[in-house]
């Protein structure tokens, strides 16, 4: 059933109900519905999902079917890297190299409005992720939205999911479903969060590359990226100089 709920990532309450727009379906972002986004993805389909900061599209970023299928949808440079998206701090290290930053420091870091660039793992390092994702490139973009619908996804779907904006590229990020009503036919799902923000800056999130010990660089200044560099000196690590 369809009903009022709470939705997910904190916009205001809204009246959200089950809509189809051609062959894609259009549900809410709420709990009862996660188990629809993990079967998606499960079956390697592209689907679109809010974060905290924008919405994104997302597939399964073990999937080199998934992966090619996201790509198409944002009509996207092949050479222009995603992120991957998990669900709790503690899933980072599956995937990339922590063992030079505190684990303290993740958990305060994440989940939040942050994209981590990190030394990505090796396949002989029990890291699965399709060597369709980002080919060639030795860095890993890895993030825990502070949105509790992807997050009871990700966890659902057990595997890292890559995550880009739900935006055609070169055109701004959005931040409700009818922002992007030109890539819904691209969907299995559409996951209808409400309006993310009231505000919002479209700004995505703050990449920041922590991958050097001892250091980070801001490769991409967004939402509360002052607050992330704070952060980041409190726990002794400093800017890097250019």
Sequence with gaps: ACARARV???????????????????????????????EALRREKVIAIPTDTIYGVAASACSVIGIERLYDAKQRSREVPMAVCVGDAADVSKYADVAHLNPKLLEELLPGPVTLLLRRKTLTEGCDLSPGL???????????????????????FGKAIALTSANQSGTPSTLSVEEFENLWDKCEVVFDGGRIGLDASRSGSTIVNLSVPGEFSIARPGTTCDTICETLERYGIKKKQP
């Design 134 to 156: 980002n080919p060639g490139l030795g860095l890993l973009g890895i993030r825990v939205p502070d949105s509790e619908f992807i997050r009871h996804v990700s966890r659902g």
């Design 8 to 38: 997910f990532p904190k916009p205001r309450a809204t009246m959200l109900s089950c809509r189809a727009a051609g062959s894609t379906r259009v549900l809410p972002a709420t709990l009862p519905f996660v188990g629809e986004a993990v």
